[in-house]
């Protein structure tokens, strides 16, 4: 049973763009209606009449990137909400976006038990004038950026370290880099991309739950979420956790990526998600949305051969050293971005 609480919060913060918009589409074509928003949303580029191959597009994700910004997440502490470090995280995130061109930033604020949570949300749009063909309701790419340590024997949220660098600095630090490269590469999308910094999703879903009920239905063509993709030192595996059988075109799409480029994520294990296993961000999308919705994870079920487990997940040692695969962690990264790089190019026909 899910109870949902949403506070509609007006305490906006200067230099922030606060909305209630409840459609990204919108937004994303008329980047002006935001003040603040608008000085970066202008196109930066024109529209590309030879897309980039997506194989060098996927070579532009820098590893010392993701580790630069997966260090400054686990460096505030805890993003836990009830945490002070969770602000400087909020911050972080926005100062990053901000300060790409052709980004439209939104930090979008729910609550779930009288606690603040934050949603950010940058949108990369197709350059105008509109390409022939352009599918105005996006696609999304998430992740959380909230941590807990809740497994450590008497941790306390308010002040207590919670440095979640596997669990999820690692996919947002992967979202960050997207957001830098698709920003360049706006000329060959033909729809909007979404992506999508969910708070609370250690209150169990709660910041992307809250955001999947303040849009109209299928507001996003689909949704890939990826979470805990840095510690698995015994193999590249990946579950592909898909929501219902809506979401198996999309499930398929992913695995083709994975051979197409040769990202080499093996094994990749398709895991169905059913309402039983409501966990991800992509649950509430897949699940209660009936969006096409797929999670990219290092485990999903039971531990085996190919996984020992994050023995760190969800305490305080979750910390940068921990983070044992970068390989498979730059691989995640780009397997995620090839699936949506191919949807966006080609229209989201799936
Ligand atoms: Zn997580």
């Given at each position: 049973m899910l109870l949902l609480i949403v506070i509609a919060a007006c305490d906006a913060v200067p230099g922030r763009v606060f909305t209630s918009s409840s459609s990204p589409a919108v937004l994303a074509a008329t980047p002006s209606a935001s003040s603040a928003a608008s000085a970066t949303a202008r196109?930066?580029?024109?529209?590309?009449?030879t897309p980039r191959p997506i194989a060098d597009v996927l070579a532009q994700i820098d590893p010392a990137k993701l580790d630069d910004h997966m260090r400054a997440l686990a460096s505030f502490q805890s993003r836990h909400?009830?945490?002070?470090g969770h602000a400087k995280a909020v911050a972080y995130l926005m100062e990053q976006l901000s300060a790409i061109p052709g980004v439209v930033v939104q930090d979008i604020p729910t609550a779930y038990n009288g606690v603040r949570l934050d949603n950010i949300l940058a949108t990369i749009a197709p350059p105008g004038p509109r390409p022939d063909g352009l599918v105005d309701v996006p696609g999304m790419i998430c992740a959380h950026y909230d941590s807990t340590?809740?497994?450590?024997?008497?941790?306390?949220?308010?002040?207590?370290?919670?440095?979640?660098a596997d669990d999820n600095a690692t996919g947002t630090a992967a979202l960050l880099e997207y957001a830098r490269i698709l920003a360049a590469d706006r000329?060959?999308?033909r729809m909007p991309i979404v992506l999508a910094f969910f708070d609370g999703e250690e209150y169990f879903f709660k910041g992307s739950l809250a955001y999947l009920q303040s849009l109209?239905?299928?507001?996003?063509?689909w949704v890939i979420n990826i979470d805990m993709?840095?510690?698995?030192?015994?193999?590249d595996r990946l579950d592909l956790v898909y929501y219902t059988t809506k979401s198996a075109s999309l499930r398929d799409r992913v695995s083709e990526a994975n051979q197409r480029y040769g990202i080499?994520?093996?094994?990749l294990v398709e895991q169905l998600a059913t309402t039983e296993a409501?966990?991800?961000?992509?649950a509430p999308f897949g699940?209660?949305?009936?969006?096409?919705s797929v999670a990219l994870v290092q485990r999903y079920g039971e531990n085996d051969a190919t996984f020992p487990g994050n023995?760190?997940?969800?305490?305080?040692?979750?910390?940068?050293?921990?983070?044992?695969n970068k390989r498979l962690w730059l691989k995640a990264a780009k397997l995620t971005l090839a699936t949506a790089l191919d949807l966006a190019r080609g229209g989201a026909q799936l």
């Amino acid at each position: 049973m899910l109870l949902l609480i949403v506070i509609a919060a007006c305490d906006a913060v200067p230099g922030r763009v606060f909305t209630s918009s409840s459609s990204p589409a919108v937004l994303a074509a008329t980047p002006s209606a935001s003040s603040a928003a608008s000085a970066t949303a202008r196109p930066a580029t024109t529209p590309s009449p030879t897309p980039r191959p997506i194989a060098d597009v996927l070579a532009q994700i820098d590893p010392a990137k993701l580790d630069d910004h997966m260090r400054a997440l686990a460096s505030f502490q805890s993003r836990h909400p009830l945490h002070p470090g969770h602000a400087k995280a909020v911050a972080y995130l926005m100062e990053q976006l901000s300060a790409i061109p052709g980004v439209v930033v939104q930090d979008i604020p729910t609550a779930y038990n009288g606690v603040r949570l934050d949603n950010i949300l940058a949108t990369i749009a197709p350059p105008g004038p509109r390409p022939d063909g352009l599918v105005d309701v996006p696609g999304m790419i998430c992740a959380h950026y909230d941590s807990t340590a809740n497994r450590t024997p008497g941790w306390r949220p308010a002040i207590d370290p919670a440095p979640g660098a596997d669990d999820n600095a690692t996919g947002t630090a992967a979202l960050l880099e997207y957001a830098r490269i698709l920003a360049a590469d706006r000329g060959s999308l033909r729809m909007p991309i979404v992506l999508a910094f969910f708070d609370g999703e250690e209150y169990f879903f709660k910041g992307s739950l809250a955001y999947l009920q303040s849009l109209s239905p299928n507001a996003y063509r689909w949704v890939i979420n990826i979470d805990m993709v840095g510690f698995n030192p015994l193999a590249d595996r990946l579950d592909l956790v898909y929501y219902t059988t809506k979401s198996a075109s999309l499930r398929d799409r992913v695995s083709e990526a994975n051979q197409r480029y040769g990202i080499g994520v093996s094994p990749l294990v398709e895991q169905l998600a059913t309402t039983e296993a409501f966990i991800l961000d992509a649950a509430p999308f897949g699940l209660v949305g009936g969006i096409p919705s797929v999670a990219l994870v290092q485990r999903y079920g039971e531990n085996d051969a190919t996984f020992p487990g994050n023995y760190t997940f969800h305490t305080v040692n979750d910390t940068p050293d921990k983070i044992t695969n970068k390989r498979l962690w730059l691989k995640a990264a780009k397997l995620t971005l090839a699936t949506a790089l191919d949807l966006a190019r080609g229209g989201a026909q799936l």
